[in-house]
């Protein structure tokens, strides 16, 4: 069937916007998975590129083809705890929680088995609130302003959501991590309460 969707990134060399909910001029369709608070930028990572090249080497390789907004070098989800608020060109920034793949992310591929393969890679970018609007170009880097005091990673979190059994150190941290939308803890909460 046809669809819309705002996945279809390209470079650019112009310094973007970063809004509360979205950034500036981005296609965001879909208002109920994408953009938002908790979401209004997704970042993902220049070094996971090489890897999926080499899984689908004939699609047509540019900066954005993950939908991110931000493709930044360094970003290591294992390390990367969300929470941690930093200052990008001049803007404020919170990471809040790693991208779930959609059949949108699917169709871009070609095949809906790249969904299983995002999840079981388990690096999935993190989306970011912005807690000072401003703008960002080519070339900014994130400058680490204030640790979470909540130590959980977004790759954690990631692992976490897709979990059979969850580790129940990981929920409560979850739990307990305001840089999550409610959304997300009332869901992991419901998980303790049944145990």
Request: proline share 4%; aromatic share 12%.
């Amino acid at each position: 069937k046809k669809i819309t969707t705002g996945i279809y990134k390209k470079p650019t060399s112009t310094p973007i916007y970063l809004g509360k909910t979205d950034v500036k001029d981005d296609e965001v369709t879909d208002r109920k998975h994408h953009g938002g608070t908790f979401k209004a930028c997704y970042l993902f990572s220049a070094e996971e590129y090489n890897y999926w090249k080499e899984l689908y080497p004939n699609l047509d390789w540019n900066w954005g083809m993950f939908g991110e907004n931000l493709t930044v070098e360094g970003l290591n989800e294992k390390t990367l705890v969300i929470g941690n608020i930093y200052k990008v060109g001049n803007a404020l920034v919170q990471v809040t929680q790693p991208r779930e793949p959609c059949f949108k992310f699917g169709v871009k591929f070609g095949t809906q088995d790249v969904l299983m393969q995002f999840i079981n890679r388990g690096l999935p970018g993190t989306y970011i609130r912005v807690l000072q609007e401003g703008t960002v170009k080519v070339g900014d880097t994130f400058k680490l302003i204030e640790t979470s005091k909540n130590n959980l990673t977004t790759a954690q979190f990631f692992n976490l959501l897709y979990q059979k059994n969850k580790d129940k150190k990981l929920v409560e941290l979850a739990i307990k991590n305001t840089a999550l939308p409610e959304s997300k803890r009332n869901k992991l909460s419901k998980f303790i309460q049944k145990k």
